[in-house]
């Protein structure tokens, strides 16, 4: 018999809730291990293991009596006799599937009583097929056992519902970014804004997006743009109050002041501010505190020659006239645009992706109402540390900002959020309710597991455990676009670009030739 | 002692666009913009003179704005001042037949793109002025943006190692420069370009500027002499000066001068229809403009709105056009692309630049043509589809005979198309 059709375990009890497996010797279950039990008439379940436990047919005295021997050295030679049938390993598993012909349900029965388990095969999962608009995150994984059977959910369906990424630091959080966009770069159908504040997607020194054989799907943004790429340089005057509001905290007294100069100076108000212009009725106190606020946020101001200066050169009051329209456009042309945010401190971040966001959310929302929303690609706005624009504390400081009003109405928009974090616990239930997959990576604080386990698209109460015992790379993929919460091992990101790198590479090596053919006029 | 280094400058100009107007008052102007900048060059005794790209509107011009034109360089020249220039989108030619070249070949204007591409790399020349040691390279424009393949594979690092005064010519938009109106155009990120140049004599945009950014020298754009679009003069009437640039220098840029060249003046008139009906619009509107003081000027008409009765047809331009042109408007130009009717109301293409139009509706058509091969399809074929069209479009010249003409625009198709042309073999 093959080995993958090997019983493994029997049931020897439990309830719906929880079935318990004894294991056969050897068979080395494991936390989050995906095990079958084939029933009668085509009828499959699938489990999956939730906990592991010793049991013992010999009383728990004798095994100490037995243990202080041998550790005081009273009998060395003492073992139990047929130890594999008195000492054994039983696992709590949850049923978390029902095969009725092939076709995923929900269980609602008990598999028969005392019958055999096995381990899953790539077969038993062969309802999982490829969608037409593949997002791949990684293959389906039994415990430490990766299957051969890559793992899609369509990003036309998942982009728009929103995706989150939770997990604490090291778990490989950026490397599923990057097996996600790379995946994402083969499609031509979204729009993709990636702000980036490590500058770790473009791959500047090493083997990242750019080295994708689609990179024409790809535009990037830097203030220190490589050759052919695209400089991140943003005009002041692209930046309204409301943009400034929704990220800074202002004083009322500050607030009017700033309306007072948009009033005034329209969109040169920035500028006005900066260069100390008064106004009536705008105290000179509270003019010195908004130049010095936009020294701070945004790094921009009037050197003693009158010149205005901007300190990362990222904004400036004749170049960038453009950029936001550009980046807009390319969205629109179904590219993934990464922005380099590194330089920019936090809140000059998120107002440079505010601006964008907002102005293509307000033209997705025109599209919608002139009925040509549904030509247009999904977009798909990439943000990190999440709770900075969807923390309930900032929401409550200064309203509803753009990634709060994407969050709950994006969707019918298709724009969605795909937003990483470490803090779930941060973010209003209300928005979590709203992102409808979650690709859960290892957590190994309590409250935030909580959280996930709570607002996740299937039952995870019983995965507390499993959750905080995902290694690096390992994930669980909850979504309402999954028949299960499906466990999956994201491959290392160097290792499965490199491969598809190889696979393209007769492609590469004749576009070569093409280039070098260039005419010169 | 103090050694002061000899100033010397040279003249920036660019889009000239010869031979871009088909009335004869406005090609009037065109030409006396055109000899308004060179004699200014001679009477300011510049060293050399740039014009980066589109010299004329079209690789073979209308002869007779040529004649003019040529007159007038032959003048520069024989003042001893060298015009060096690049192929602009309108002149270029894919196999060299522009007119440019014709000039080039008769020495009055020198082309200073040189190079070639060895191993997928792109190796400029410089070109030495001969009197002032300037080292001049670049790259010329092709139609729809293509050059930007050039840009890709310009080998970067040599230019940048070359030492001396150094001036890169180009006519292209660069993305992080492009003014707010020309967001669709299509650029090239500052990014390509060769860093550490003194100067950077763009063409390409028809509005002057001049731009910095770190490692880059002064990026300058002088705009157009007058114009060759309606948005051009919607521009001019709105204020914008037009001109070139002198520009001073020894070892470096000392002095960027803007020396207008005007043309005329005009009378911008809008008017919203929205809610009239159609007779209504047309006697409201002569009223209207019977008050207008059009005298000497280029009066710019806008109409938009939707008409609440009528057809649009209904406001007779001719009319209005004989009303303006009898109370001395030099040239009448009417806008109706803002104009609907309520009965009638059809698809309007918000466009009024003539190439984007057809760019966009390849744009929309391309995907229900049937094709294998790749290069046909997508933004390549519609690449593929406007050169073709530009080639395709090209007039009988006068004396052209027609089998000389039709062997002309078939050989510059074949170029195009990039496919060996059978036909010369059977």
């Not at chain 1, 599209?367 to 709770?387: C, D, F, H, R, T």
Request: aromatic letters at 8%; proline letters at 3%.
């Amino acid at each position: 018999m093959d080995d993958k059709f090997q019983t493994i375990g029997q049931i020897i009890g439990g309830g719906s809730s929880r079935i318990l497996i004894r294991e056969k010797d050897g068979s080395k279950l494991e936390l989050g291990g995906l095990l079958v039990i084939d029933d009668a008439d085509d009828q499959t379940l699938i489990l999956q293991i939730n906990d592991l436990e010793y049991r013992s047919l010999i009383p728990q005295s004798m095994h100490e009596l037995a243990s202080g021997m041998n550790l005081e050295g009273l009998g060395t030679n003492l073992e139990f006799m047929e130890p594999q049938l008195r000492n054994y390993i039983v696992s709590r598993s949850k049923a978390i599937l029902h095969l009725v012909d092939g076709i995923p349900r929900i269980p609602k029965t008990l598999p028969t009583y005392f019958n055999s388990v096995r381990h899953i095969t790539e077969k038993d999962l062969k309802f999982l097929t490829k969608p037409k608009n593949p997002l791949y995150l990684g293959d389906v994984r039994s415990g430490s056992k990766i299957l051969n059977l890559p793992i899609y959910i369509d990003a036309s369906e998942a982009i728009p519902h929103h995706i989150l990424i939770p997990a604490t630091t090291g778990r490989g959080k950026s490397n599923l970014v990057k097996v996600m966009l790379w995946s994402l770069l083969d499609l031509d159908n979204f729009g993709i804004l990636v702000l980036d504040p490590h500058d770790e997607y473009y791959g500047r020194n090493e083997l990242c997006l750019k080295d994708h054989p689609n990179n024409k799907n790809l535009v990037y943004y830097s203030p220190d743009a490589p050759a052919g790429t695209n400089t991140l340089v943003i005009n002041i005057k692209s930046i309204l109050p409301d943009h400034l509001k929704e990220i800074i905290n202002f004083s009322s007294a500050q607030n009017d002041a700033i309306y007072r100069y948009y009033n005034t100076f329209g969109n040169e108000w920035i500028i006005k501010i900066v260069e100390g212009v008064e106004i009536q009725d705008i105290s000179f106190k509270t003019l010195q505190v908004l130049k010095r606020k936009f020294d701070n946020i945004l790094g921009v101001y009037f050197d003693e020659l009158g010149q205005f200066q901007s300190r990362n050169n990222i904004f400036s009051d004749t170049a960038g006239k453009t950029t936001i329209k550009d980046v807009i456009n390319s969205l629109e042309d179904g590219k993934i645009v990464v922005i380099d945010t590194s330089r920019l401190l936090g809140d000059a971040e998120m107002l440079v992706g505010s601006i964008i966001t907002e102005t293509l959310f307000n033209r997705y929302q025109r599209y919608k109402l002139e009925g040509s929303l549904n030509e247009k690609p999904k977009i798909g706005v990439v943000i990190e540390e999440a709770p900075r624009v969807l923390g309930k504390e900032v929401i409550e400081a200064q309203g509803h900002n753009i990634y709060s009003t994407i969050a709950r109405e994006g969707r019918k928009f298709n724009i969605g959020l795909i937003a990483i974090t470490q803090l779930v616990s941060l973010i209003p239930r209300t928005i979590l309710a709203n992102i409808n997959t979650k690709i859960i990576l290892g957590n190994e604080m309590a409250q935030e597991r909580a959280e996930i386990i709570g607002s996740a698209s299937q039952d995870l109460s019983d995965d507390n455990r499993t959750i905080a015992s995902l290694d690096k790379g390992e994930a669980i993929v909850s979504s309402i676009f999954t028949k299960f919460a499906v466990p999956i091992q994201i491959p290392l990101f160097e290792e499965y670009c490199s491969e598809h790198i190889k696979e393209s590479e007769h492609q590469n090596s004749r576009s070569k030739r093409e280039d070098k053919n260039i005419a010169f006029i | 002692m103090i050694l002061v280094n000899e100033l010397y400058k040279f003249a920036h100009v660019s889009d000239c666009h010869i031979g871009a107007q088909k009335y004869p008052e406005l090609k009037k102007i065109e030409l006396d913009v055109f000899n308004q900048c060179l004699d200014r060059c001679i009477a300011e005794n510049v060293d050399f003179i740039i014009i980066a790209g589109d010299l004329f509107h079209s690789n073979l011009p209308n002869m007779a704005s040529v004649k003019e034109a040529v007159e007038k360089m032959r003048k520069v020249k024989e003042n001893g001042i060298p015009i060096y220039v690049n192929y602009g989108s309108h002149d270029y030619s894919p196999n060299e037949t522009s007119i440019i070249d014709l000039l080039n070949s008769a020495g009055l204007i020198t082309k200073i793109v040189q190079g070639r591409v060895d191993n997928g790399k792109l190796n400029l020349k410089f070109f030495k002025d001969p009197k002032t040691g300037a080292k001049i390279c670049g790259i010329s424009a092709r139609k729809m943006g293509l050059e930007e393949n050039y840009f890709k594979v310009l080998d970067r690092e040599s230019l940048e190692y070359e030492d001396g005064f150094k001036i890169f010519v180009f006519h292209s938009a660069i993305s992080e420069f492009k003014p707010e109106f020309l967001a669709d155009m299509d650029s090239i990120p500052i990014s390509l370009f060769p860093k550490g140049f003194d100067y950077y004599a763009g063409g390409h945009i028809h509005k002057r500027s001049i731009n910095e950014y770190m490692g880059y020298g002064k990026i300058v754009y002088p705009g157009s002499l007058f114009g060759s679009y309606s948005k051009d003069f919607e521009i001019n009437a709105n204020g914008e000066k037009r001109g070139f640039y002198i520009v001073d220098f020894d070892i470096e840029i000392r002095n960027i001068g803007f020396i207008e060249t005007p043309a005329c003046e005009y009378n911008y008139i809008k008017y919203d229809a929205s809610g009239k009906n159609s007779i209504q619009v047309q006697s409201e509107l002569l009223e209207r403009l019977k008050s207008e003081n059009v005298t000497d000027k280029i009066v710019l008409l806008k109409i938009k709105g939707e008409l609440s009765g009528g057809k649009t047809s209904d406001i007779d331009s001719k009319l209005i056009r004989n009303l303006l042109t009898k109370n001395g408007a030099i040239h009448v130009s009417i806008n109706r692309h803002g104009l609907i009717s309520k009965e009638h109301k059809k698809i309007q293409i918000m466009e009024n630049n003539i190439p984007k139009i057809e760019n966009k509706l390849f744009e929309e058509n391309i995907g229900k043509i049937k094709v294998t091969n790749k290069e046909l399809k997508s933004e390549k074929g519609v690449k593929f589809a406007n050169e073709l069209l530009n080639v395709l479009r090209d007039q009988q010249k006068p004396n052209e005979k027609k089998g000389d003409y039709e062997r002309r625009i078939i050989s510059n198709a074949v170029d195009t198309l990039k496919i060996n042309d059978e036909s010369e073999n059977k």
